[in-house]
């Protein structure tokens, strides 16, 4: 009888396993998580949290959770491709902690933090626009490989160009 009961137990956890798996696989979004800073795109504000897919046929920008498309770029119209930084002193951030300890506050004004901004200009007849958008850390260099990729342009270091009157 116990050997009943235990080919029982044994089949009642595999249905449960089966029927609820204890991991769930989910497709992985190939897309960026970007944040708009600027540009001709009508309807953002700078600050807006979109996300990016780089693909053959297009470059797509769509909402934070990737269901209303805001614009798409052919990569055949695309005129240049920027990059830049933007790096600060982190400040305010050691002052705050300087209230409670003084010797972590000022090893932390000591460090610096980056920010990092990639560009894209582009021109389809007379449609022209571009904008500006801030990668995470860890994505900027994704997000350039993957727009040098298709469009066939090399990134611009925007800290290499020059201004002139």
């Known amino acids: 009888m116990s050997l009943n009961l235990l080919k029982a137990f044994v089949s009642l956890i595999l ?10 696989l989910e497709a ?15 309807g953002l504000k700078s600050g807006e949290k979109l996300r ?16 209303t498309v805001i614009t798409t770029v052919a990569p055949s119209s695309v005129t240049e491709v920027s990059y830049g930084q933007d790096v600060h002193r982190r400040v305010g951030t050691a002052v705050a902690v300087g209230v409670f300890t003084l010797g972590l506050g000022a090893l932390t004004a000591l460090s610096k933090s980056k920010k990092h901004f990639v560009g894209l ?36 270091d925007s800290e290499a160009m020059t201004v002139k009157n």
């Open 121 to 156: 200009t582009w021109a389809s007849g007379d449609l022209k626009g571009g904008f500006a958008m801030q990668c995470d850390k860890n994505d900027y260099r994704g997000v350039l490989a993957g727009l040098e990729g298709v469009t066939g342009k090399k990134a611009v």
């Open 28 to 42: 992985k979004d190939s897309g960026y998580v970007v944040v708009y800073d600027g540009g001709s795109l009508s």
């Open 15 to 24: 249905c449960f396993a089966i029927v609820n798996p204890p991991c769930e």
């Open 52 to 67: 990016m897919y780089i693909e053959s046929s297009g470059i797509r920008l769509m909402d934070e959770k990737g269901k």
